[in-house]
């Protein structure tokens, strides 16, 4: 079964808006990682959250982790055409070496 | 300088026909995975390898089949496609270790006629 459940699944915004996507789980976890991938493309790794950690930062990316809710948070600032894509967390709760996806939240950014 | 490669971007296979798709990496990682995508779902996770170590998923169909024959090198074999198992299918890399993210390649388009 899929152990992360992301929200909403669909987004759309205006360039320059701030995109923000959750994720929730069931079990629980070492770590956190959110991935985007563009359209029939790849997967491309984020930013990765230990589970004694609160906050990550990259670039325009922000990654809250609250271990009690069992959440993810996902914000994207100043949003950009080229954001434009599908964004997964996956959670280490499938064992060792393997990460368990959810189902993705579709982004699109207008220009 | 692409690090995880996979071959072909698409591939068209007949029912019923052996299908093999490729993957090769040059980061030298422990790792290899071999996951499944259908349209707007997540990639679901087939097997993989650490070194020689071959990890099954359980509900993996038997019609999978997988090979490392060295570090750089994984194959993912399909034995008799069913029309179901048209998806792409993602080949990833990782160092192994609990904390480390995972390196896909672009991913191979099958569709079976």
């Known amino acids: 079964s899929q152990q992360g459940e992301e929200d909403p699944q669909a987004l759309s915004i205006q360039e320059g808006e701030n995109a923000t996507m959750n994720c929730s789980y069931k079990?629980?976890?070492?770590?956190l990682q959110w991935y985007r991938q563009n359209s029939g493309r790849g997967l491309v790794h984020l930013i990765l959250i230990r589970s004694n950690e609160r906050e990550k930062h990259s670039g325009r990316l922000r990654v809250t982790l609250d271990t009690s809710k069992k959440s993810s948070s996902l914000l994207i600032t100043a949003s950009r055409a080229a954001d434009t894509a599908s964004y997964f967390c996956a959670t280490d709760a499938g064992g060792y070496q393997k990460v368990t996806f959810g189902i993705g939240t579709k982004l699109q950014v207008i220009p | 300088d692409a690090m995880v490669i996979q071959n072909p971007r698409y591939q068209v296979t007949q029912f019923g026909k052996p299908v093999t798709l490729s993957c090769s990496q040059t980061?030298?990682?422990?790792?290899m995975y071999w996951y499944q995508q259908k349209s707007s779902q997540a990639p679901k996770l087939l097997f993989h390898y650490y070194d020689k170590d071959f990890n099954n998923e359980a509900d993996t169909p038997d019609n999978f089949q997988s090979r490392r024959p060295n570090t750089s090198f994984c194959f993912l074999d399909i034995r008799s496609p069913g029309l179901g198992d048209a998806a792409m299918y993602l080949c990833a890399t990782s160092r192994g270790e609990w904390l480390y993210e995972q390196y896909f390649g672009p991913g191979t388009r099958l569709t079976v006629t």
């Open positions: 980061l030298n990682h422990n790792v």
């Open positions: 079990t629980s976890i070492n770590n």
